[in-house]
């Protein structure tokens, strides 16, 4: 990711998780690629004055979920299944303006899956913002 952004703009939520060690199994720069593909299309598909939010968060003893939230054009609900297909770009006027091949959530999505994960994405719709989560099984010693 080479964005030129303000100190500020993303925001880390770590859920009080500072003094607690987690770990994920996996290869390492595969699970740092999906990562920042996410908070690629974050700032991407964002305004000018883009707003991120990464919060990570156990749900349970067993998982892991990284979120990614941001304040851009969001996507409508009929798209939601779809933006994780191969090549599959969202049909509206603000994402047309956005370059992109397509393969970025595919991609995501198949490492995610390959480290046992699974990853969503969820919006209210155009102009609503976007947050895409990660989930990964907890590294268990």
Known sequence: MRHHLDSGTVTWDLD???????SV???????SAALSNVLD???KYSPQDPRI???VVTPDLQTVQIKVQ???IGIPAGELKR???RFYRVLTPSAAQVKGSGLGLFIVRAVIQRHGGKTWVESEGSGKGTTVTIELPRYQS
Request: no cysteine; glycine share 12%.
């Open 53 to 55: 939010k990464v919060e």
């Open 25 to 31: 199994e996996g290869d390492r720069d595969e699970l």
């Open 41 to 43: 299309n974050a700032v």
């Open 16 to 22: 009080g998780l500072k003094s607690e060690q987690l």
């Open 83 to 85: 933006v994780f297909k």
């Open 70 to 72: 941001d304040n851009g």
